[in-house]
């Protein structure tokens, strides 16, 4: 399994967006400019996080996007769900079955093991929040890195009402 890059990314323009003041946006182009992305793709991205109720997007020259809910109500597993969608990562294709020449198809070694697995890294992500990472940012990364990272979303957002 090899989850896209798009779930990092939203991860990310999100906790650059918790950075905002209230009321205050960030365009897409800001966005994807300190993510180092497409601009396309992370505007595609950031629609799907408007979507699924994680973002807002205030339309218009000024406009861009801020948080639609507090960080703490904004769990990892959510992003994913928005980029990713909720299909299971495995599927069987039956091979158990025809290796065995089984009739019944309700055994199945590794869909069992595979759900356990699925089960177990989305409860990590259904745990953690936009503000537990928040956290962890604050905690761990060198206060000059991150003050420049703040100064550079406090010139390049905008008051929308």
Known sequence: MQMKTGVEQ????ILLLNFLPPKAVLSGEI????????P????????KLVNADLLISVPGIKGGFRLKKDPEDIRIYDVYLAVEGKQSLYS???IFYDMLN?????ICLLSDL????ESSWQSILKRETIASLSKEIN????KENLQMLKN????????KG
């Open 31 to 38: 966005i994807s400019k300190q993510l180092g992305g497409s």
């Open 114 to 117: 595979m759900e356990e697995a």
């Open 152 to 159: 550079i979303v406090n010139e390049k957002m905008v008051y």
């Open 10 to 13: 939203s991860v990310y323009a």
């Open 139 to 142: 905690n761990n990364c060198p």
């Open 102 to 106: 089984l009739k019944e198809k309700d």
């Open 40 to 47: 396309t793709y992370i505007q595609k991205i950031l629609r």
């Open 92 to 94: 069987s294709s039956g």
